[in-house]
């Protein structure tokens, strides 16, 4: 099965997307939140996938 990048829906700080990153590449999404501060671009590049990732659905 085919994964996709999406908003993750039960690990989020702001929208799920640093969430949905760390569910994707399988790291700590602490890992990835740290990558997000350290990096100047991450406003934008947070802004950007924010407003363009789809949402997962809950699992049940």
Not at 24 to 46: C, D, E, K, Q
Request: charged share 15%.
């Amino acid at each position: 099965m085919l994964k996709k990048l999406q908003k993750s829906s039960t690990d989020k700080a702001i929208v799920g997307v640093c969430g949905g990153i760390a569910e994707y590449i399988g790291m700590p999404s602490i890992a990835v939140r740290l990558i997000f501060l350290i990096t100047p671009a991450a406003p934008v590049i947070y802004i950007i996938l924010g407003a363009t990732l789809s949402e997962k659905s809950p699992s049940l």
